[in-house]
């Protein structure tokens, strides 16, 4: 398959995602793709301004805030996942990390943490510190991301803090499919979060 039609393709991937989607050329890896050939287009992508490169192998579309008169930057956990997915890791937020996902805390974290099966590793995304550290698989593959994330932000509330009005943010952030995955994966966790789980899950 030649260039052109590889990055035209590529370019149809990324229209087909959010406007804050982040990538890397492992996701679009295909078996008629050459590897090489993939991190060629991007390249070339990238010296055309059609996408910004955040670090290495890590990319996204540049969006232009005309009110700021200035590009967007990157969404730090949409670049945590990139590289995960780049690296194969498991990763979860940690607990102020995943208020501030979960939009319980309007304060911008002066550092993103994620708990990964993979190293320890730290990033700077933009002056933004963006850091993963090492723990076994089985701790952040064991539940669903979303059941993962919801309960690194219980834990950051502290079980005396939680209240009606957080189980109602809770619940009002989840569909009915994660809804079903919170009632099962409240199994596995210790009996306190098992209870905040399954009144998000009910909406009680």
């Known amino acids: 398959m030649e260039n052109k039609s590889i990055i035209d393709s590529i370019e149809k991937v990324i229209r087909s995602h959010d406007a804050d989607w982040v990538f ?25 301004g059609k996408i910004k490169r955040i670090i290495t192998g890590i990319y996204y579309s540049p969006r232009f805030n005309e009110l700021l008169n200035e590009v967007i930057s990157p969404s730090i956990s949409k670049t945590a996942e990139a590289i995960a997915r780049k ?27 994620y708990a990964s099966s993979g190293p320890n590793t730290e990033y700077d995304i933009y002056g933004v510190a963006l850091s ?32 009606d009005r957080t189980i109602n943010h809770f619940s009002q952030s989840i569909n009915t499919a994660d809804r079903n995955t919170l009632l099962q994966d409240s199994a596995s966790e210790p009996e306190w979060i098992a209870k905040i789980l399954k009144r998000i899950a009910l909406d009680e």
């Open 24 to 48: 890397s050329a492992k996701d679009f890896s295909r078996p008629e793709y050459d590897p090489t050939t993939v991190r060629q287009c991007l390249n070339r992508l990238e010296s055309q």
């Open 132 to 163: 993963f550290y090492h723990v076994r698989s089985r701790e952040v593959a064991s539940v669903s991301r979303k059941t993962a994330i919801i309960v690194q932000a219980i834990k950051a509330i502290g079980e005396e803090k939680i209240d």
């Open 87 to 113: 690296n194969n890791w498991s990763i979860v937020p940690d607990g102020e990390t995943a208020l501030n996902i979960l939009g319980l805390s309007t304060q911008v974290p002066s550092q993103w943490r």
